[in-house]
C-alpha cells in the first residue's frame, strides 16, 4: 500500500531523533536481527517511508521501536503515521487472551511463529494499578462449575513444580507446560464461578503463574512473549487488588530489561516495582533495592546505586541472614547485585570478587539455571582481567553440567566460550576448553 503524500507525522519524529536516512534504517536492521527476523534496509527504503510508501506490516513494529529507543517513550502506531495493526480489530478478556497466548506457545508449530515476531519493546505500556484494580471483566457470567480454595491451591502447587522444573532443567523444558496449563486449567478457573475471596485469591495465582511464564520465556530468548506474559501477570494482580503482586512482576520486567543492557527502562521499572517498599518489611525492602541497584549502575548513576546496595545491606541485615529470603533473595542474591553494579560501575575486579562470593554463598538446592549463567559470566570477567587458567576452570564447570539443561540463555552463554577462547588456542589448557566447547554449540 503506498499514498501520494508524505508521512509528515514520520517525518516529525525522523527529525527529533537527529538521526540521518542512513541511521534510521540501520536501527530498523538492527532490531529486525534482535528479533530473529533480519532485513537490509538502506538509505532509500527510510526515504520512501518519509514519502509515503507504507512499510510493510512487519516493519512497521521495527520502525516504531527504533524510535522509541531513540526517544525513550512508546511510540504509536498513530503517532507515525500509520494504521492500526491487525491484532488491535478486537479486545478479548484476560481468560481468552491467556488461552490464545498459551495455546500458541505449547504448541511446537506456533511457538515458531511466536518466536519470530518475539520483540522486546523498551516503549511496552505498563497498565498503571490504578487502572486495573478491579478492572477484570465478570468472569461469572455463564459459568458452567464453581471453584473454591482447593482449585487455587491446585495452581500455586503446580507454579511450584513448574518453577522448579525450570530450576533444575531451564525454561525450554517447562515453558510449554506452564502455557498448556495456563491455557486448558488456569483460564477455565478464572472464568468461573466462585466467592469474590476465591475470585481474588485465583486471579493472584494465576499471575504468578503468568510471571514464572514469562520468565521462562525470557530464558529461552523471547523477550516480547516474555513481555505479554508479564502484562497479563500485571492484569491479573490488579484485577485480586493484589499490590505487591503487582510490584513483584515490575521487578522481574526490571531484570528483564536489565540483563538486555536497557538502563532507562530498567530504572523506571525498578523504581515502579519499589514503591510498595515503604509499606512492607525488611525482605522486600531488599528485594526490590537491589534490582535498583543494579538498574541505577546500568544507567551509569554511580551515586543512586551505591546509595541502593547500602540499602539493600541494611535491609538484610534487619531482616535476618538465617531466614528464607522473599521471592530466593539471600545473601548469595546480594552478592550476585553487588558484583552487577560493580561491573556496570567499571570495576571488573570487584565484579569478579563478588561473583566468587556468591557461589560461596550458594544454597545446593539454588538454580542450576542460575548457575551456569552466573558462572559463565564469572568466566567472561575471568579472562576479561587476563586471568586465563581460572577462566578456563570455572568454563569447564559449566561445560560439565551443560548437558542436563535446556536453556537458551545458558546456550548462548556457552556458544560464546570457543569465540572468546579462539585468540588463546596457543594454551593447553585453552585448547582443551575450546574443543569440548564446539559440539556443545551444535547440540
Known amino acids: 500500500m503506498a499514498t501520494r503524500e508524505p508521512n509528515e507525522r514520520l517525518a516529525s519524529l525522523h527529525r527529533e531523533t537527529g538521526w540521518t536516512l542512513r541511521q534510521l534504517a540501520q536501527w530498523v536492521n538492527r ?6 527476523t533480519p532485513t537490509r534496509y538502506q538509505q532509500p527504503s527510510a526515504h520512501q517511508w518519509l514519502n509515503g510508501h507504507m512499510p510493510k506490516e512487519s516493519t512497521r513494529p521495527l520502525i516504531l521501536e527504533a524510535l522509541a529507543r ?4 512508546p511510540i504509536t502506531h498513530a503517532e507515525a503515521g500509520f494504521p492500526p495493526p491487525a491484532s488491535q480489530s478486537g479486545d478479548t478478556g484476560t481468560a481468552e ?23 522486546f519493546s523498551v516503549a511496552l505500556t505498563i497498565p498503571d494499578w ?3 484494580v478491579g478492572r477484570m471483566e465478570s468472569v461469572q457470567s455463564g459459568a458452567t462449575m464453581r471453584i473454591g480454595m482447593a482449585e487455587v491451591d491446585l495452581v500455586v502447587e503446580m507454579t511450584d513444580q513448574l518453577n522448579e522444573i525450570y530450576n533444575k532443567r531451564g525454561g525450554r523444558t517447562s515453558r510449554p507446560m506452564a502455557a498448556a496449563f495456563l491455557a486448558n486449567t488456569v483460564a477455565s478457573y478464572l472464568r468461573a464461578d466462585a466467592s469474590e475471596e476465591v475470585r481474588k485469591a485465583m486471579m493472584t495465582a494465576a499471575a504468578f503463574l503468568c510471571y514464572i511464564t514469562g520468565w521462562m520465556a525470557v530464558d529461552e530468548g523471547l523477550h516480547g512473549v516474555a513481555q505479554k506474559y508479564y502484562t497479563k501477570a500485571l492484569e491479573l494482580a490488579g484485577a485480586s487488588s493484589d499490590y505487591l503482586t503487582y510490584c513483584h512482576v515490575l521487578r522481574g520486567m526490571s531484570v528483564q530489561a536489565a540483563d538486555l543492557g536497557h538502563g532507562a527502562p530498567a530504572t523506571r521499572l525498578a523504581n515502579a516495582a519499589a514503591a510498595a517498599a515503604p ?5 522486600m525492602r531488599a528485594f526490590m533495592a537491589g534490582q535498583q541497584a ?5 544507567s551509569g548513576d554511580r551515586t543512586a546505586a551505591l546509595r541502593s546496595l547500602r540499602e539493600t545491606e541494611r535491609a538484610m541485615d534487619a531482616a535476618g541472614s538465617g531466614k528464607v529470603q522473599l521471592g530466593g533473595y539471600t545473601l548469595a542474591t546480594l552478592a550476585y547485585h553487588t558484583a552487577q553494579v560493580r561491573y556496570s560501575l567499571g570495576d571488573v575486579t570487584g565484579s569478579v570478587n563478588s561473583l566468587e562470593m556468591h557461589f560461596q554463598l ?3 538446592t539454588d538454580s542450576r539455571v542460575t548457575e551456569l549463567r552466573f558462572r559463565s559470566m564469572l568466566a567472561e570477567r575471568q579472562l576479561e582481567l587476563g586471568h586465563l587458567e581460572l577462566a578456563c576452570g570455572t568454563w569447564s564447570q559449566v561445560l560439565e553440567k551443560h548437558p542436563g539443561i535446556q536453556s537458551g540463555a545458558v546456550d548462548e552463554f556457552v556458544a560464546n566460550i570457543s569465540r572468546r577462547l579462539q585468540p588463546y588456542r596457543s594454551s593447553p589448557v585453552a585448547r582443551e576448553v575450546y574443543e569440548r566447547a564446539l559440539p556443545s554449540v551444535s547440540r
Open 279 to 283: 509499606m512492607t518489611g525488611p525482605l
Open 70 to 73: 531513540k526517544l525513550d517513550r
Open 130 to 132: 490504578p487502572d486495573v
Open 97 to 119: 487472551a491467556l488461552i490464545d497466548l498459551g495455546t500458541a506457545d505449547m504448541l511446537p508449530g506456533r511457538r515458531s511463529i511466536l518466536g519470530a515476531v518475539s520483540l
Open 362 to 364: 550458594r544454597a545446593p
Open 31 to 36: 532490531i529486525g536481527t534482535e528479533r530473529g
Open 294 to 298: 543494579h538498574s541505577f549502575a546500568l
